[in-house]
Each structure stands twice: as C-alpha cells, then as structure tokens.
DNA sequence: GTCACGCCGGCAAGGTTTTGCGGTGACCGC
DNA sequence: GCGGTCACCGCAAAACCTTGCCGGCGTGAC
C-alpha cells in the first residue's frame, strides 16, 4: 500500500512535492529533497507497473573487496553457474576503499531497487565480529531483509543465528590441517599470520591452529599470532612481527594474498622459503601455483561451493519449490590440502 | 515517450494485456507473455512512477574478465571515484568462461534496462579486431546505443571510428619503451609474448616493439611473436614456443598476468631470471612487486585512467552541462616504465 | 453441432502520478 | 517601508495505469 500519498504524509509535504523529487525536478529546496529521500529510503517506494521487475532474472553478487584474488574467482565461479541457471549477476565492491565508498547495507538497497531478485554475500559484513564505527550494519539489518522476505544466501558467512543459508569452507579444519602438515615435517615453532582480530574466519582458524599445536605440546599462544590488515602489505607486516620476536620455523596464513607478502618479507630479509621459512597459505588462488616458490595451500572448493550457493538461491527464488523443508540450511565443504614447494622440514636448529 | 500504449503496439496486444502482463496477472497466455517481455527488454519501460529511477544515481560498469588482476583494480579504482562522486557501481564481467555465460551486449541491455545513467567499458569487446562467430557485436552495435541516447566511456578501447570518449594508455608507446630497455641493456634477440592475435592492444604494442627494434636493426619477425591466449597459461605456452624456435634474451609480454607465467615456464626449464631471460610485463599489477623476481614493467596509470573515464562520463550525465564542446574525446596517458628485478643485461653469448 | 473454456481486446470507472499554474513568503534594492 | 523578483510548494486538471466486465474468437471435448 505504498503510494506518493503516504510518502508525501510521512514527508509533511504535498504528493506533488514527493513526485517532483522523485523526478528529480527542480523546483524542491534542497532541505525538503532530502526529508522526502530519507523517509523514501525508509519505506522503499514500489511504483506499481513496477511488476515485470518482480522475475528480472537478475541476481546480486556481494564481495568484500577485489585486490585478494580470491574474491574475483568466487566472482567469476558464482556468475558462471548463474548463467548457466539463465540469470545474470551484478556485482557489488562493498568495502572499496576510500572514504566515499558505500558500503554492503547500500549496496544491499541498491540492488533491492534495481530489482534484483536475490543475492550472494560473499563474506558478509557480518563475519566482522566488531564492525568499525559508523559502518556498523545495525543488529537488525540482515534480519530485517529476511523479514522483507528477500532471498539470499551467504558464502563463508557462518552465522548460526539468522536463518540465512550459508555456504562455507570448514575454517576451523583448514587451520587444523595446515597446521599438521606443518607439524608432521617436525615443525616446532608455528606462527599464525592472521588478518585482523574482528575477522570471524580468522578466528576460526587460530582455532584450528592451536587445537592442532596443543595435540603435541607445541606453544601456541599469542605471542605466536600475529595480526594485520589483510593484503600482501599485511602478510609482510605480520611474518615481519613474528621473525623478530619468536623466530618461527614455519606460519600459516590467512590467506594467500597475505602469504604472497610473506614470502616478500622473507626474500627481502634473505629467509630463503622453505628452507628457512616454510608458508602455508589459504584459498589456492589462481596465482598460488605462480608463485616462486609456488605456495602450498588449503585450497577452497570455489567453484562446486558457487554451484552450490547459486542452487541454493535459484532454489530459493523458483516460485515453484519456495517452500523447503526446514532443515540443514549450512553446506559446509572439507578444504583440501595442495603441497607444493614452500613447506619443507625445519632447518636444523 | 514510453507508454504502455508504446508497449502495447510493438508486442502486438492491448493495453490492457501489457498491464496484466506486468502485474502478473492471470488470464495472458504464456505465449503471449513472454512476446510482451521480450518487447520490454528491447525497449526499457519506464513507467510514469518510476521517475526515481531516472536519475538514478547509478552506473554500470564493464570489464572483460576478473582473473587478470589488472581488472578487478580498474574496477576497484573507478568505483572508488564513482563513490566519490555519488554514483554507485554495477560491475559485470562479460566475458565470463562457461558457454552459457552472458556477452558484453546482453549485459549492456540488462543493465539498461535495470536503470543505470551510464557505463564504462574496460577493453571493450570492439578491441577485438576479430571477434569469434556467433558472440560478434553488430557492427552497428555500439553505434546503435549512442543513437539511443546511451551515455558511455571507454577505458582502453580505442575507436577513432566512434563518437565515444575514451581513456587510454598509449600501447604502441608502452612496447616501445619496454623494447627500448632492453635494448639499452644490450639485447638484441627480443621477443614478444603476445595475446590473440585479434586483440587491439597486442597489435599496438606488437607495433611499438617493433619500431623500437627496427631502430637499432635488430630481428623484427614474427618468428619472435607468440601468440596464446591471455592468462600465465598462455604466457608459459607462448615464451616455450620462442625459447625452442629462436631462443630470445629478452621477452616483453602483452600483461603482467601472462609475464608470471613467463616467470614459471623459465623456472620450470631451469632458466634464471633475469640472469638467462630477461623480462617485462605489462600494467603493473599489485602482484608484480610480489613476484620473485620482482617484475619489471610497464605501469598503466590506473587510478588517473579511472579519474579521468568517470568524470568524463559524470560530465556527460549531468544534465546542465550536457553539451560539450565537439572536440578532442580521448585522453591519452603515457605508461611509466618501472625497473624491477626481471631485467639485466643478457648472458654473454 | 454445440458447449465450455481460455484468451484477448475494448470500454469505462477508479486510482495514481505528472505537471501547469498560481499563491506565499523571503530577500533585496531603493 | 515598499514593490519586485524569485524560489518554493500546493492545488487541481490532465495524463496515465489498473481493473472489472463483457463480447468475440478459436479450440477442443462431447
């Protein structure tokens, strides 16, 4: 029952006043333009004949950022298994740097308008466990868009608590696993070269990090964790940390991307990678095999968790089978281990 | 002047049969329903409600692929200023691998039709002298759009033949002047690991590189050009193919992203660079100081480009300034050789 | 052949949005 | 203080869209 008539009421202006702006005719004080945009914004307007845009075949991609290379293979994965299901993809940068960039919730609306009929958060905004200030998506805002009755589904977006379905690698397992392999090659000293400390993923694998460490006794407490932007600056910073206060014989890292800066720092202190340093990195990103040395890495399932995601949507958005059994709504994928050539037995001490 | 009257003569039915096709009511043969949809895709119904979306503060923009990191940066880089400018971005990568993947001219229409003021296109399609059968743009494509009224800049995507604005660094002058530094290094068996054939950018450089050898008398042939496909495949494919055929000291590539692969193929054959192979790549990618060894290349001003193709393109939305003086559209930057590690003079034959 | 039914066009009433026009008040120069 | 100008906004007419109703047409069942 949304119509100018309500806006204009909730405006305290005229209906004619509210088509204008909507119009972007001059003529409205810019004061009153903006009073008329805010309640708008409040109570997303739906002129009627609006109604063809209901099934637009057209579905949003959220991604974090594109400089990990990562984001653009999930991109690049979720879109061609939406076209191969006859939709198209928008793809939204939500945390571009820069301090006039918009952020995801923007995004979220704007696509909304756009009439997209569904979306994929790519590591949500959510996973920040403290979000920065004044970017904060408030409490209620994914929960709200499922009140509304949108469709989306999350990729390494755990959040048990929203009823969103969720597509995910074990990140707890992946640093687990990384961390044995280092163990198994007689490791004894392991760092974690962690993105920053509100990353819910990184959380998850110092977890698995320490679980694995704990097994046999090895130190895994803080002063072997060291956190940092994400990015290869980052990767260099942390390791940077580490080598000059505990000396470790091998790190994994969040990420690749963060690894590719690891072995930077490595090559410019003349570390030579593996037989100073071994690395381990996350996600097996395309360049990873490129790498000098090429990076052993848990490698995510990017395109059979895209397939899955976009099923899961397109499920979720066929008329048809809308309902779904309440149930398991998380797909959580076993990351694989890739030996390459940057783990190697410790030096001899 | 769109109506549902305009809607209604193009598909062939009533009035009255538009309006139910797009409240989605009962009663309108499936049939008849997709002939009224399809009609609604062509020509973009706005209705009179739907001002708000006429100034929708929206662009679109499009990039050929997202594996070659030199795109994800561009599309980060021109959302940033679009941000800045108040403009959000609608990326969308048209040529995604997977047959049922979308082309750039579906996506150009979708995203028409969702409403967005104007777009960028990165390396267009029309860069590619060549384009396989079956995905070839109309000749009169681009054309067809500018009669339309469509607002667009190209970054990279020169077409003396069209009236469109367009960014772009100088590519002959950018194969010059990577082939000038080796050169002056003392090569003189220089080849050129190129992409598709088709591929404007290639051809430009391939000139470039050629002036620059032809200068000095040096072999010019195109026994040392190799052509693969882009990506590290296709550079490790290509820089194979001219160490078995003419051995060059020096390679320059057509991208940063097929230079790692050049990087990979002359570790695997045992190849030290730059000590046995010396190396320049091409728009210097975040990764290419991240390399071992760290890439000598040719930076794409990326962010300036970005500037310049979004104001360009804000300049033309804003509807006090339409008009434009006719004159020069295109902007030409120069790229900016940066020496790293992966050139050196050549090995005493 | 007849009937039922689905589909579409025409019409008109009713609702919604757009837009021309005029009124109001602020501001300025005299 | 006065009149003029101008930006701004509401009124109301016009334009447009939605929807119910009905009739025509073709198809297929009986």
Redesign the pocket.
């Known amino acids: 029952?949304?119509?100018?008539?309500e806006i204009?009421r909730a405006a305290?202006?005229?209906?004619?006043?509210?088509?204008?702006v909507?119009?972007r005719?001059?003529?409205?004080?810019?004061?009153?333009?903006q009073r008329v945009l805010s309640v708008l914004s409040e109570m997303p307007?739906t002129?009627?004949?609006?109604?063809a845009l209901q099934r637009t075949g057209v579905i949003g991609l959220l991604v974090p950022e594109l400089s990990n290379p990562v984001f653009p293979a999930f991109a690049e994965a979720l879109e061609v298994r939406a076209a191969r299901l006859g939709y198209s993809s928008l793809l939204c940068n939500t945390r571009a740097t820069g301090s006039a960039a918009m952020g995801e919730e923007e995004y979220v609306r704007m696509l909304l308008a756009r009439g997209v009929e569904g979306m994929v958060f790519v590591s949500p905004e959510i996973t920040n466990v403290e979000v920065p200030l004044g970017r904060a998506p408030r409490p209620s805002y994914y929960a709200k868009l499922l009140a509304d009755g949108v469709r989306m589904v999350f990729v390494n977006g755990a959040t048990p608590s929203l009823d969103v379905p969720d597509v995910t690698v074990d990140e707890q397992h992946a640093g687990y696993a990384a961390t044995r392999h280092l163990v198994e090659l007689g490791h004894r000293r392991i760092g974690f070269v962690s993105g920053p400390a509100r990353s819910l993923p990184s959380r998850l694998k110092r977890a698995g990090w320490s679980a694995a460490l704990e097994e046999d006794g090895l130190p895994a407490g803080s002063e072997y964790v060291a956190h940092a932007p994400f990015g290869p600056e980052g990767g260099a910073a942390a390791v940077a940390a580490l080598l000059d206060a505990v000396r470790p014989t091998a790190v994994i890292c969040s990420s690749d991307h963060m690894a590719i800066g690891v072995l930077r720092e490595a090559h410019r202190r003349g570390l030579a990678v593996p037989r100073d340093l071994s690395v381990v990195g996350f996600d097996d990103i395309p360049l990873a095999s490129y790498c000098s040395p090429a990076l052993t890495t848990l490698a995510q399932p990017i395109e059979e968790m895209a397939t899955a995601a976009v099923d899961e949507l397109a499920h979720r958005l066929d008329p048809d089978r809308r309902r779904r059994p309440a149930g398991n709504y998380t797909r959580v994928f076993r990351p694989r281990l890739v030996v390459r050539e940057s783990t190697a037995p410790p030096p001899p001490s």
Chains 1, 2 share one sequence.
């Open positions: 029952m949304s119509g100018l008539a204009a305290g202006v005229s209906i004619s006043t509210v088509s204008r909507l119009n005719r001059a003529g409205v004080n810019e004061e009153t333009r307007y002129p009627r004949g609006l109604g």
